[in-house]
Protein backbone atom coordinates (compact mmCIF):
# COMPACT_ATOMS: atom_id res chain seq x y z
CA UNK A 1 0.00 0.00 0.00
CA UNK A 2 2.45 2.36 1.02
CA UNK A 3 4.74 1.70 -2.19
CA UNK A 4 1.68 2.54 -4.29
CA UNK A 5 1.38 5.77 -2.71
CA UNK A 6 4.58 6.81 -2.83
CA UNK A 7 4.53 5.89 -6.95
CA UNK A 8 1.50 8.34 -6.70
CA UNK A 9 2.84 11.17 -5.31
CA UNK A 10 5.53 10.97 -7.44
CA UNK A 11 3.38 10.88 -10.69
CA UNK A 12 1.27 13.91 -9.03
CA UNK A 13 4.89 15.50 -8.12
CA UNK A 14 5.98 14.89 -11.93
CA UNK A 15 2.74 16.32 -13.12
CA UNK A 16 3.35 19.32 -11.15
CA UNK A 17 6.92 19.81 -12.73
CA UNK A 18 5.66 19.58 -15.88
CA UNK A 19 2.46 22.16 -15.14
CA UNK A 20 5.85 24.54 -14.23
CA UNK A 21 7.30 23.83 -17.51
CA UNK A 22 4.17 25.38 -19.09
CA UNK A 23 4.67 28.42 -16.39
CA UNK A 24 1.61 27.48 -14.93
CA UNK A 25 0.34 28.71 -11.21
CA UNK A 26 -0.47 26.94 -8.18
CA UNK A 27 -4.14 27.15 -9.27
CA UNK A 28 -3.43 26.79 -12.89
CA UNK A 29 -1.80 23.13 -12.18
CA UNK A 30 -4.45 22.70 -9.72
CA UNK A 31 -7.32 22.45 -12.40
CA UNK A 32 -5.30 20.99 -14.75
CA UNK A 33 -4.06 18.18 -12.67
CA UNK A 34 -8.33 18.07 -12.11
CA UNK A 35 -9.71 18.22 -15.16
CA UNK A 36 -6.86 16.08 -17.39
CA UNK A 37 -5.78 13.70 -14.50
CA UNK A 38 -8.52 13.64 -12.67
CA UNK A 39 -6.31 14.62 -9.49
CA UNK A 40 -8.45 15.67 -6.48
CA UNK A 41 -7.18 19.65 -5.32
CA UNK A 42 -6.28 18.91 -2.51
CA UNK A 43 -3.83 16.17 -3.21
CA UNK A 44 -2.14 18.63 -5.78
CA UNK A 45 -1.86 21.39 -3.35
CA UNK A 46 -0.51 19.34 -0.83
CA UNK A 47 1.96 18.04 -3.13
CA UNK A 48 2.82 21.96 -4.48
CA UNK A 49 3.05 22.69 -1.05
CA UNK A 50 5.88 20.08 -0.04
CA UNK A 51 7.54 20.86 -3.52
CA UNK A 52 7.80 24.26 -1.91
CA UNK A 53 9.69 23.85 1.77
CA UNK A 54 11.63 21.70 -0.35
CA UNK A 55 12.63 24.19 -2.85
CA UNK A 56 12.05 27.65 -1.34
CA UNK A 57 14.53 29.56 -3.65
CA UNK A 58 13.13 27.91 -6.73
CA UNK A 59 9.62 28.76 -6.01
CA UNK A 60 10.41 32.26 -5.12
CA UNK A 61 12.69 32.82 -8.27
CA UNK A 62 9.44 31.10 -9.81
CA UNK A 63 6.82 33.10 -8.52
CA UNK A 64 8.97 36.98 -9.22
CA UNK A 65 9.57 34.95 -12.69
CA UNK A 66 5.94 34.87 -13.33
CA UNK A 67 4.98 37.99 -11.96
CA UNK A 68 7.45 39.83 -14.48
CA UNK A 69 5.63 38.14 -16.95
CA UNK A 70 2.41 39.27 -16.21
CA UNK A 71 3.65 42.65 -15.47
CA UNK A 72 5.57 42.38 -18.99
CA UNK A 73 1.66 41.74 -20.33
CA UNK A 74 0.18 44.34 -18.87
CA UNK A 75 2.15 46.77 -20.53
CA UNK A 76 2.48 45.85 -23.65
CA UNK A 77 -1.36 45.42 -23.73
CA UNK A 78 -1.82 49.35 -22.59
CA UNK A 79 1.00 50.26 -24.92
CA UNK A 80 -0.95 48.46 -27.86
CA UNK A 81 -4.41 50.22 -26.49
CA UNK A 82 -5.78 46.39 -25.93
CA UNK A 83 -7.60 47.22 -22.60
CA UNK A 84 -7.25 44.71 -20.15
CA UNK A 85 -9.98 42.66 -18.14
CA UNK A 86 -10.36 44.57 -15.08
CA UNK A 87 -10.42 48.22 -17.30
CA UNK A 88 -13.43 46.87 -19.33
CA UNK A 89 -15.45 45.72 -16.34
CA UNK A 90 -14.33 49.16 -14.18
CA UNK A 91 -16.04 50.76 -17.34
CA UNK A 92 -19.42 48.73 -17.09
CA UNK A 93 -20.13 50.40 -13.58
Same mark, same amino acid.
Given at each position: +???S @? /???? %? +??????? #? =????? +??? *? *? =? +?? /?? #???? !??? $???? @?????? $???????????? #??? %????? !????? %?? %????????S?? @?????
Amino acid at each position: +MANS @S /ASYI %R +MVQHLIE #R =CIIFN +MSK *E *E =C +ME /AL #RNHA !NIN $LAIT @STVWKE $LEKENKEFFEAY #RQK %REQKV !NQTLT %RQ %RIHGVPSASAS @SDTNH
